[in-house]
């Protein structure tokens, strides 16, 4: 019993580095590798003849948004990129509510006073538009 507790704690720890070390998800074209990669923050910055060669969404997961920049720099290099136009993004990925309130035993009757607040759960993310130039 302890041996089969030991392989299944073992296989979801080898799964969990797996997910973690996965990249993040690319569509679009590849080629040869590069060195450097040019950031932009608008495609009107862009000053030369280019052509989009895919894109990616980064986020979930990491620790700063420094890491997310690091990470779209990478797969940019990997995939060959000369630039990558980033736009900075956040989704609301659901909200919580509290309720507060309380009672005050008057004299003739009892009177509740009460509210909620609700925020919005946000997740930041890069939108990564990688170019080529022409």
Same mark, same amino acid.
């Given at each position: 019993m302890k041996k089969l507790s030991l392989?299944?704690?073992g296989v979801v720890?080898?799964?969990?580095l797996l997910t973690?070390?996965?990249?993040p998800a690319y569509l679009g074209k590849t080629y040869t590798p590069?060195?450097?990669v040019d950031i932009y923050l608008d495609a009107a910055d862009v000053k030369k003849p280019y052509e989009v060669m895919g894109t990616s969404e980064v986020g979930q997961g990491l620790s700063s948004l420094n890491a997310v920049q690091e990470k779209v720099i990478n797969l940019g290099k990997g995939k060959g990129a000369d630039?990558?136009?980033m736009k900075l993004t956040e989704e609301v990925t659901g909200s919580q509510r509290n309720d507060f309130g309380a009672i005050d035993n008057g004299?003739?009757?009892n009177t509740y006073t009460g509210?909620?607040?609700? !925020? !919005?759960i946000k997740v930041k993310k890069v939108q990564a538009?990688?170019?080529k130039y022409q």
């Amino acid at each position: 019993m302890k041996k089969l507790s030991l392989f299944k704690s073992g296989v979801v720890l080898v799964l969990s580095l797996l997910t973690a070390c996965s990249g993040p998800a690319y569509l679009g074209k590849t080629y040869t590798p590069t060195q450097h990669v040019d950031i932009y923050l608008d495609a009107a910055d862009v000053k030369k003849p280019y052509e989009v060669m895919g894109t990616s969404e980064v986020g979930q997961g990491l620790s700063s948004l420094n890491a997310v920049q690091e990470k779209v720099i990478n797969l940019g290099k990997g995939k060959g990129a000369d630039g990558v136009i980033m736009k900075l993004t956040e989704e609301v990925t659901g909200s919580q509510r509290n309720d507060f309130g309380a009672i005050d035993n008057g004299k003739k009757k009892n009177t509740y006073t009460g509210g909620s607040v609700t !925020n !919005n759960i946000k997740v930041k993310k890069v939108q990564a538009t990688f170019i080529k130039y022409q």
